[in-house]
Nanobody, 119 residues
Framework: QVQLVESGGGLVQPGGSLRLSCAAS????????MDWYRQAPGKQRELVAS???????IYADSVKGRFTISRDNAKNTMSLQMNSLQSDDTAVYYC?????????????WGRGTQVTVSS
């Protein structure tokens, strides 16, 4: 059974940094794109950053220049380095991946990790 588990959330002051990690485990044959999403209270879930298996990345305009997404294909992990954090970055951050397990390809989500930016 495939699982995605996030880690690294927490409380940070404005201007600070955090690094989120996502680890995929289970019967994994291959992982296509991996994404970070976030959902703030009262708002819809939004895409923060996405990275292909070849490490091509895209970012939401709101985080360009501040966040960096990366992945380690050998370890089935993904990270999000978040710098210059602002109060608007406060949200639950979710890891997403499209994973082939056996003969099936489907979407997987982590349970989320809370990021709170506050003084």
């Amino acid at each position: 059974q495939v699982q995605l588990v996030e880690s690294g959330g927490g409380l940070v002051q404005p201007g600070g940094s955090l690094r989120l990690s996502c680890a995929a485990s289970g019967n994994i044959r291959s992982i296509n794109n991996m994404d970070w999403y976030r959902q703030a209270p009262g708002k819809q879930r939004e895409l923060v950053a996405s990275i292909t298996s070849g490490s091509s990345a895209i970012y939401a305009d709101s985080v360009k220049g501040r966040f960096t997404i990366s992945r380690d294909n050998a370890k089935n992990t993904m990270s999000l380095q978040m710098n210059s954090l602002q109060s608007d970055d406060t949200a639950v951050y979710y890891c997403y991946a499209r994973i082939t397990s056996g003969v099936w390809t489907r979407d997987y989500w982590g349970r989320g990790t809370q990021v709170t930016v506050s003084s």
